[in-house]
């Protein structure tokens, strides 16, 4: 498998060292899928291109994830909120 096939898939081009590890993670989710179901079919070259795809997209989303939550943070920090009143509902 190339790293043009998997992103031909996901109709983008790939860094490197994020394809490397996209395929490293799912050459190991690949073997352990084989061990628990001894299916031959996950051990093609097919189901491994799959697996890298899948992957990749998992870990762009939580790279993605992280950053704005990173973004969140720092804006919280500078922009406190002095005033905590308006943070909690009052009941009239």
Not at 24 to 38: D, G, L, P, V, Y
Request: glycine share 2%.
């Amino acid at each position: 498998m190339q790293k043009s096939d998997v992103e031909r898939l996901v109709g983008m081009e790939i860094p490197q060292e994020r394809f490397d590890e996209a395929l490293r993670m799912a050459e190991e989710k690949q073997r352990r899928i084989f061990s628990m179901t001894n299916d031959q079919n996950t051990m093609e070259p097919w189901y491994l291109l799959v697996l890298t795809k899948e992957i990749f997209f998992q870990n762009e989303f939580s790279r993605m994830t992280q950053d704005l939550c990173g973004q969140r943070d720092n804006m919280k920090k500078e922009c406190p909120i002095k005033d905590q009143s308006t943070l909690h509902p009052t009941i009239l």
